[in-house]
Each structure stands twice: as structure tokens, then as C-alpha cells.
């Protein structure tokens, strides 16, 4: 697989770990159903960790967004966790970075959630 | 020796199935001909991408996974210079009535970026009309930098 993805609990964080590449096809599917079965089951504050995503295309980028979009629009957040060059580079020449609240720190992410 | 080594000219041109696997054979093939033309690991990453970008392109809004339709993939180094050519059968389309990815109405919407960031990736990037039908894309890549 492509993509590996692991959901936990921080409290009343969910967690998702996503490693290897979100790439059109199996990784970008999975990434954006696991999104979508968090919202059905009305999780209101998601971290995605990205900290071992080593590639990321247009297609996973879109995945983002529209998680994103479906999250807020439930009126929950989503925020990003250890983005590495490559991945942040790509948020930010797509103006993408800034719409994204973006952490470094796991514990400093987690207690940013209102 | 690495110089010379470097410096000879290699082509290779295949033609692919509308497969999601052969984005990744041409990915894999193009960043490996420019491991030998001398790319830093930061262009092998840009070119890798735009590669990848222009396939999906071909195999899924050009030629859209038909199995009776091919992909000519082909690409080139020579003398400081890699050169990509992707061309599908498709119907092709107007570059100039692409949204704009990055305009605020457009910032949240799922896809639309392909081309973008292929054209933030490399030197050069062309798109022209095929005769009878199909679109070609031309990437090219200086390891000089512009």
C-alpha cells in the first residue's frame, strides 16, 4: 500500500498518522475516505500528522483541501502536524500554507484546538 | 570520466498504457536519466513531480484510462538540458481557459493545480495541438540555472 494511515486519540484530539505518498490513486482515496469517516462520525477536532508523508501531489494537496473544507464545514478544525520541506514548499507556492494552521509540536498542537 | 559520462546524450521513448502505473514507470525512468545528467536532489524531486503531473494529466483527462489508448512518453538529456515530451490521444484542451489556482476563488477547490506546479517546477514547459488529435506537453529542464 502506498499509504499507510493510524488513527488515535489525544484527549479529545483525533489523531491521523499518515505515512509514505499521497498520490493520485490508492493514497489519495484512502487519505480522503479516512477524512471523510472521521466527519460521519462528527469528530470535530482532527490532526493530521504528516511527519512521514515522503510525497505529496496535486491530487493528495486536493485531498487536503477538501478535508479541510468538509471539516469546517461541519464546524470542527483541521490542522497539520510536522510537515517536512518538500510537503510545506508545495502548501506554500500553492498559497495553501496560510490557510492551513500548521504545527511543529505535537503538544502545542493539540492544546491549539479551541 | 563523470563529466563525459555526463555530457552524453540518452534518450528513451516508450509507449504507455492510460494506466495510473505508468505515471510512476515514467516518473521513475525521467528522474533516473537526470540522476545522470547531474539534477541536485531538489531538481530530481521538481522534475519527478512535473513528470508525474503531466501523466496524470495525459492518462486520466486526455486519454481518460482508455486501454486503447497510448501515452508517448519520451525524454531526453543533453548537453545540460532534460527534455520531457508527453502526448496523449485525447481531445485535448485551451491552456489559456485554465482557472487560476491560486486566484481566491479557486484557492479551495480539490484539483486544478497539475499544471501549475509543473510550470513552477521547470525551465520550460510547452503545450501544442496534435494532428489529427491529442495534445503534447514539452518539459525542459537546465541543470544551469536561468
Known sequence: ?114 | MSNQFRREAETVERFLDSTLESVDHAEEITVGLAKKAGFDEDDLTKIGMAVRESMVNAVVHGNRYNANKKVRFSVSKDAGELVVRIADEGEGFDIDTLPDPLAPENLFRNSGRGIFLIRSFMDDFRVRRLDPGGMEVTLVKRTVSK
Open chain 1, 1 to 114: 500500500m502506498s499509504v499507510k494511515l493510524n488513527t488515535r486519540q489525544v484527549g479529545d484530539v483525533s489523531v491521523m498518522d499518515v505515512a509514505g505518498r499521497i498520490t493520485l490513486g490508492e493514497g489519495s482515496s484512502a487519505m480522503r475516505d479516512a477524512l471523510r469517516d472521521m466527519v460521519a462520525k462528527n469528530q470535530k477536532k482532527i490532526l493530521l500528522n504528516l511527519g512521514d508523508v515522503t510525497y505529496i501531489d496535486s491530487s493528495g494537496i486536493g485531498e487536503l483541501v477538501s478535508g479541510f473544507t468538509s471539516v469546517t464545514n461541519s464546524g470542527g478544525q483541521l490542522k497539520l502536524l510536522g510537515l517536512n520541506k518538500r510537503v510545506k514548499d508545495l502548501l506554500q507556492i500553492t498559497k495553501l500554507y496560510t490557510v492551513f494552521d500548521v504545527h511543529e509540536e505535537e503538544a502545542s498542537a493539540i492544546r491549539s484546538f479551541s
